[in-house]
């Protein structure tokens, strides 16, 4: 799985958050998203690589601007378990 961080301009509140959220959620085939407003960010979790060109435009059909992004590798971590050696 790929985790992939967009730096997006012009978010200002929940509202922006969800629009953010459901434009990825819809065009993209995505295991989790969460946007935050606050910190001008859009986390995505995801099997494959975003298309990032598509998704810049998409952005800025919204009203918002993919300023820019980071992917990396993403592992899921699990819960501890105790107990067992």
């Known amino acids: 799985m790929i985790k992939t961080t967009l730096k997006i301009d012009g978010m200002m509140c929940g509202m922006c958050?969800?629009?953010?959220?459901?434009?990825?959620?819809?065009?993209f085939k995505?295991?989790?998203?969460?946007?935050?407003?606050?910190?001008?960010e859009t986390v995505v979790i995801?099997?494959?690589?975003l298309d990032i060109p598509w998704a810049k435009?998409?952005?800025?059909?919204i009203g918002y601007e993919l300023v820019s992004y980071e992917?990396?590798?993403?592992?899921?971590?699990g819960f501890f378990h105790f107990g067992i050696k």
């Open 17 to 27: 958050e969800a629009h953010m959220n459901e434009l990825i959620r819809s065009n």
């Open 30 to 40: 995505v295991k989790k998203v969460s946007s935050s407003a606050k910190d001008g």
């Open 46 to 49: 995801s099997e494959d690589a």
């Open 57 to 61: 435009n998409k952005i800025k059909e």
């Open 71 to 77: 992917s990396e590798p993403y592992e899921k971590k």
